[in-house]
């Protein structure tokens, strides 16, 4: 069993406090958009914390803390997905649960959002993966191609001509939506 000196878990805690202020917020996001249930998502990132912590302890090394965490939150959702059970609207209804009518503006961004994920989609694999990467998972180009062995500059000329196929493939959904 391997255990920690005192300097390494000093060291640890830095590193995990630090990545905490730098990361909570945007893995908080991405969970919320994935499961779209606050508490739920909340539990997932703080479960991804504490992964990555016993990770650490176990003497495990993490080159990248940001996509590691990503990683780790995605399995994590994964697993939220096989074990989430669908329930009915008349159950919500009979513990009183109402639907609500609440904020359009908030539901149109959250449309958008979904229709630009559908959109991904539909790009060829290498731009798919890119978008990704960079806008649901906030990665940087730096962190991108670290990931996957390629430079800086390929991933921006990647980013790059991916957005531009979304924007076509965006109008295009926009003009057959007005049609």
């Known amino acids: 069993m391997y255990r920690m000196t005192k300097k390494q878990e000093t060291a640890g ?11 909570n917020k945007g893995l908080n996001s991405y969970a919320l958009f994935k499961v779209s249930d606050s508490g739920v998502s909340q539990d997932l990132v703080q479960d991804t914390f504490l992964k990555t ?3 650490l302890v176990k003497g495990g090394k993490i080159d990248i803390m940001k996509a590691f965490l990503y990683h780790i939150l995605n399995n994590l959702i994964v697993d939220e997905y096989r074990k989430h059970k669908t329930t009915s609207l008349e159950v919500f209804l009979e513990k009183g649960v ?30 798919r993966k890119v978008m990704r990467m960079r806008y649901v998972q906030d990665l940087s180009l730096k962190e991108m191609a670290l ?3 390629l430079s800086k500059n390929t991933m921006a000329v990647q980013v790059h001509r991916g957005v531009e196929k979304l924007k076509v493939l965006y109008t295009e959904k926009s003009h057959l939506a007005v049609i």
């Open 13 to 23: 805690h830095a590193r995990m406090t630090i990545a905490h202020h730098d990361f």
């Open 98 to 127: 109402e639907p609500s009518t609440g904020d359009s503006e908030s539901l149109f961004n959250t449309l958008d959002a979904q229709a630009l994920t559908l959109l991904i989609h539909r790009l060829p694999d290498v731009y």
């Open 53 to 55: 912590w016993k990770y």
């Open 147 to 149: 990931l996957t062995g």
